[in-house]
């Protein structure tokens, strides 16, 4: 399969550049592009985005084959069948979550899921972009407990020939929830079990869920933008406000990451936000990773200062003065296990508030919630201190939001953050200003 043109692929840059910088669009394009075809994403779509949102599904699905990725799509559709029986006169029964199949049940579900998944394939086909129907033989199936509920499949392995087969050929697979046993009986199986069965063969970069929400919620019914597990996983699993809907989704995301490599992360996201949600650091949605520990350090001579000022420089593009780690004074630091995140607190000479010498991120841990894991725990760690940025930073956005106060000095900006008295503290303000680069 030839990839994208030239000019399709800085057509596309030029347009996400208008919601992000171009610098960040081309990293994620690089990063996708840098897997195998199969690899890049598995999407699951529900029957309630095809009934509602099916053109701006199909729409997000072409702009990312034009750009040479092509995700294996799946989708269900649970309010159509259910519509179906009981326009059948049949009635849904379901144990355990799982919809009971009968014989009748079976043949009208097959119906539904091919009518559905030639619905989605048409409408991405008008998009410009080839896709074809995956419905019987990629996915291997036996029966789950017949005698409990019927024709209910359990899938046992994927024919990843047949998915491979269909990239290369320049084309999108799109594959229905229906298995096929050793026997050649077709069973119905539930969508959220085909996607495991899907990622662990293929061991995707991206998993995507597409959904009206457009992700998990807060307690404030807002989106959690960002969800890093081995920090998070254990709080949000206890918190009381999430619900029991939430709860299972974030405990299969657990197990499906689980089974992944770390670079591979799940995101939550409408379908017209799926763009924005891939190919900028801010997202659209709620984005998960496996993500990474965070350690508290009191002591300098514990830090691979190597690898410490290796995030640094990478992280503001610029190279450190040969002293500026000899010279620190550190009060405290936190950082990630693989040092892609640090805080680097210290105490300057006569001042009673810490100070934030650096908070670095690497370009490749952006968007991935680590940065949020790290400011977390120096707010615990370190209620009160001070910070400087230029004022033409672009991390002053994050700043102002997660500060408590901000005032300009010169080219620089000084924030805080905690309880501070700014009369009893300018001197400080001014001092901090006046500190000498840390770069050459």
């Given at each position: 399969?030839?990839?994208?043109?030239?000019?399709?692929?800085?057509t596309?840059v030029?347009?996400?550049?208008?919601?992000?910088?171009?610098?960040e669009?081309?990293?994620?394009?690089?990063r996708?592009?840098g897997?195998?075809a199969d690899?890049?994403a598995?999407?699951k779509?529900g029957?309630?985005i095809?009934?509602?949102?099916?053109?701006?599904?199909?729409?997000?699905l072409?702009?990312?084959h034009?750009?040479?990725?092509?995700?294996?799509v799946i989708?269900?559709?649970g309010?159509?069948l259910?519509?179906?029986?009981?326009?059948?006169g049949?009635t849904?029964?379901?144990?355990?979550?799982?919809?009971?199949?009968t014989?009748e049940?079976?043949?009208?579900?097959?119906?539904?899921?091919?009518a559905?998944n030639?619905k989605?394939?048409?409408a991405?086909?008008?998009?410009?972009?080839?896709?074809?129907?995956?419905?019987?033989?990629?996915i291997?199936?036996d029966?789950?407990?017949?005698?409990?509920?019927?024709?209910?499949?359990?899938?046992t392995?994927?024919?990843?020939?047949?998915?491979?087969?269909?990239?290369?050929?320049?084309?999108?697979?799109?594959?229905?929830?229906?298995g096929?046993?050793?026997?050649?009986q077709?069973?119905?199986i539930?969508g959220?079990?085909v996607?495991?069965?899907?990622?662990?063969a293929?061991?995707?970069?991206k998993?995507?869920?597409?959904s009206?929400?457009?992700?998990?919620?807060?307690?404030?019914?807002?989106?959690?933008?960002?969800?890093?597990l081995?920090?998070d996983y254990?709080?949000?699993?206890q918190?009381d406000?999430l619900?029991s809907?939430?709860?299972?989704?974030?405990?299969?995301?657990?197990k499906?990451?689980d089974?992944?490599?770390l670079e591979?992360?799940?995101?939550?996201t409408?379908?017209?936000?799926?763009?924005?949600?891939?190919?900028?650091?801010?997202g659209?949605?709620?984005?998960?990773?496996?993500g990474?520990g965070?350690?508290?350090?009191a002591?300098?001579s514990?830090i691979?200062?190597?690898?410490?000022s290796g995030?640094?420089?990478?992280?503001?593009g610029?190279t450190l003065t040969p002293?500026?780690w000899?010279?620190?004074e550190?009060?405290?630091?936190?950082i990630s296990?693989?040092?892609?995140?640090?805080?680097i607190?210290?105490?300057?000479?006569?001042?009673e508030?810490?100070?934030?010498?650096?908070?670095?991120?690497?370009?490749?841990?952006?968007?991935?919630?680590?940065a949020?894991?790290v400011w977390?725990?120096?707010e615990?760690?370190?209620?009160?201190?001070?910070l400087?940025?230029?004022?033409?930073?672009?991390?002053?956005?994050?700043?102002?939001?997660?500060?408590?106060?901000?005032?300009?000095?010169?080219?620089?900006?000084?924030?805080?953050r905690?309880d501070i008295?700014l009369?009893?503290?300018?001197?400080?303000?001014?001092?901090?200003?006046s500190l000498?680069?840390?770069?050459?």
């Amino acid at each position: 399969m030839s990839g994208p043109s030239e000019t399709v692929r800085q057509t596309v840059v030029e347009l996400l550049s208008h919601v992000s910088g171009s610098k960040e669009v081309r990293t994620y394009l690089q990063r996708f592009a840098g897997v195998d075809a199969d690899r890049f994403a598995i999407i699951k779509i529900g029957g309630a985005i095809l009934e509602e949102q099916l053109e701006e599904t199909a729409a997000a699905l072409a702009f990312l084959h034009q750009v040479g990725l092509t995700p294996v799509v799946i989708h269900g559709g649970g309010p159509q069948l259910d519509r179906a029986m009981s326009e059948a006169g049949l009635t849904p029964e379901k144990i355990d979550g799982l919809r009971v199949t009968t014989p009748e049940v079976l043949e009208v579900a097959r119906k539904v899921f091919l009518a559905q998944n030639l619905k989605l394939v048409e409408a991405v086909r008008a998009k410009g972009v080839e896709a074809h129907t995956l419905n019987a033989g990629v996915i291997e199936a036996d029966y789950l407990d017949q005698e409990k509920f019927g024709l209910v499949g359990r899938a046992t392995g994927i024919q990843q020939n047949l998915i491979r087969s269909v990239i290369g050929s320049g084309a999108m697979p799109i594959l229905t929830c229906l298995g096929v046993t050793r026997g050649g009986q077709i069973v119905n199986i539930n969508g959220d079990a085909v996607v495991t069965a899907l990622v662990h063969a293929l061991q995707p970069m991206k998993i995507i869920f597409l959904s009206g929400v457009g992700g998990l919620l807060n307690d404030k019914n807002e989106i959690i933008d960002t969800i890093n597990l081995t920090t998070d996983y254990e709080s949000l699993m206890q918190a009381d406000w999430l619900h029991s809907g939430m709860r299972l989704k974030l405990a299969e995301i657990y197990k499906l990451l689980d089974d992944l490599p770390l670079e591979s992360s799940v995101s939550i996201t409408k379908p017209q936000e799926l763009v924005r949600e891939l190919f900028t650091h801010g997202g659209s949605g709620t984005y998960v990773r496996q993500g990474e520990g965070v350690v508290d350090y009191a002591d300098k001579s514990a830090i691979q200062a190597d690898r410490l000022s290796g995030v640094i420089e990478e992280s503001f593009g610029r190279t450190l003065t040969p002293n500026w780690w000899d010279n620190l004074e550190m009060n405290a630091a936190i950082i990630s296990e693989q040092y892609r995140a640090a805080a680097i607190v210290s105490r300057l000479p006569g001042a009673e508030v810490p100070y934030l010498d650096k908070f670095a991120v690497a370009e490749s841990a952006r968007g991935e919630g680590l940065a949020k894991a790290v400011w977390q725990r120096l707010e615990q760690n370190v209620p009160r201190f001070f910070l400087r940025s230029r004022i033409n930073n672009s991390f002053n956005d994050f700043y102002y939001t997660h500060t408590d106060g901000a005032v300009r000095r010169g080219n620089w900006i000084v924030f805080w953050r905690g309880d501070i008295d700014l009369v009893s503290a300018a001197q400080t303000v001014d001092q901090i200003a006046s500190l000498p680069e840390s770069f050459l």
